[in-house]
């Protein structure tokens, strides 16, 4: 069980311009298995969930240029998106770190995917890493 205010890795982001090829790449290469597949039509993303036996791989694919995913993709093109961090409580950590002056992409949890609620934090306040916070259900 995480306690409060400790963050573990749960997943890198990675940016990904065709998602079922890049699938078969991590397949290929690094022996991964899908866990999840799923979009997220509010966020504009089309994702997947890859098992590498450590570390989880998420990989992320805009459904439209329009999206923020999308404008990152036409900005950077495909590679490291972000950095997700699972804990406790996401609403709790959130307000922690706002007193503390780090400025936040989410105040609030949205719906991530797999029924996680997620929240961003600006590249700006982690050493241009964009961070992402996750909560699983406590249920």
């Not at 397949?27 to 989880?56: D, P």
């Not at 791989?57 to 495909?78: I, M, N, Y």
Request: with cysteine; aromatic share 6%; glycine share 10%.
């Amino acid at each position: 069980m995480i306690m409060p205010n400790t963050w573990s890795v749960d997943h890198i982001g990675i940016a990904v311009t065709d998602l079922s090829q890049a699938i078969a790449l991590y397949a290929t290469t690094a022996g991964a298995t899908v866990t999840l597949r799923e979009t997220l039509e509010s966020q504009g993303v089309e994702l997947a969930f890859l098992n590498t036996g450590g570390c989880k791989l998420e990989l992320l694919a805009a459904l439209r240029p329009d999206t923020v995913l999308g404008k990152f993709l036409s900005a950077r093109g495909q590679g490291l998106h972000h950095v997700c961090y699972k804990v406790y409580d996401i609403e709790a950590e959130l307000a922690r770190l706002q007193a503390a002056g780090y400025e936040l992409i989410d105040s609030i949890p949205r719906p991530g995917a797999g029924g996680t609620r997620i929240a961003f934090i600006s590249p700006k306040s982690c050493l241009g890493v964009l961070t992402e916070l996750c909560e699983y259900s406590r249920t």
